[in-house]
């Protein structure tokens, strides 16, 4: 409000649209809304499908080499993989070299989820981008994205 008791008619977003910061979380909002909009019934968020990936093409990790993989904490990938066992897409195992150890696999139901959820996801990028990048400046951004977290994954 300014001093004379009146809101702006324009918000004053200062410096904000300079900062990567800004741009990164407001996207993911709007790409985490609208993935969770078009994937209905495959119930899932864009954190699960990296997992679910990551498990379907590693059968037998460990959950502390999946927390590693995707940067998540040991109490948020034990809940993760709860969910996913309580949906009935992953198993967990005993390592047969260390009965203290669980390996973690998909069921036959995660695999046929992980199929959708392929080619689902296969597209979805495109779509949430629409007409605002062409295919070769959506590809563009996601290199850079790419080089600019292995640049800070480093430090």
């Keep these: 409000m300014d001093t004379a008791g009146t809101p702006p008619t324009e918000i004053d977003y200062g ?29 899932v968020q864009p954190r699960e499908v990296g997992a679910l990936f990551v498990i379907g093409r590693n059968p037998g990790l460990t959950p502390s080499q999946l927390s590693g993989a995707l940067a998540l904490d040991g109490a948020q990938i034990t809940s993760m ?36 959820l392929a080619k689902f996801v296969g597209g979805f990028d495109s779509s949430f981008s629409g007409n605002s990048l062409t295919d070769e400046e959506l590809a563009q951004l996601i290199g ?12």
């Design 15 to 43: 410096p904000l649209d300079k900062y990567l910061g800004y741009y990164l979380r407001r996207l993911y909002d709007n790409y985490r809304r609208d993935f969770v909009e078009q994937a209905g019934d495959l119930d």
């Design 81 to 116: 993989l709860n969910m996913f066992e309580n949906r009935g897409v992953l198993e967990r195992r005993v390592s047969s070299t260390d009965a203290r150890s669980r390996m973690v696999y998909l069921t036959k139901d995660g695999e046929a989820m992980l199929k959708r």
């Design 144 to 155: 850079l994205l790419g080089k600019l977290h292995a640049g800070t994954e480093a430090r």
